[in-house]
């Protein structure tokens, strides 16, 4: 599947919450990390969706944040993660 839905985070969010699932929520990550990286090698210039460089913006700005929710998840920060998810959800609005 190629959509994160704010469903979905919400989820990871609340696992995020159970220490033992850690490892499960990063796996996560870099499933949704993935995802964006084969629509942004996908992204095409479509008239209906703004501009190419508008699409790949975004693409890349969500692509951080991902990055930098497993960053967190690596050195053992939950609440950066935690906090991070809740700024990338804006994203899938």
């Known amino acids: 599947m190629l959509i994160i839905s704010r469903e979905q985070v919400d989820n990871l969010i609340q696992k995020l919450t159970e220490p033992a699932k850690l490892d499960e ?3 996560e990550i870099k499933r949704m990390l993935e995802i964006k990286a084969a629509l942004l090698c996908k ?3 479509q008239p209906c969706c703004g ?3 508008e699409i790949k913006t975004c693409l890349t700005s969500e692509t951080q944040i991902l990055q ?3 960053n967190a998840l ?3 920060n939950v609440t950066r993660a935690v906090s991070l998810l809740t700024e990338y959800k804006g994203y899938l609005e």
């Open 25 to 27: 929520c990063r796996d």
């Open 43 to 45: 992204a095409e210039p």
């Open 51 to 53: 501009s190419y460089e």
């Open 68 to 70: 930098e929710v497993l």
């Open 74 to 76: 690596d050195e053992g």
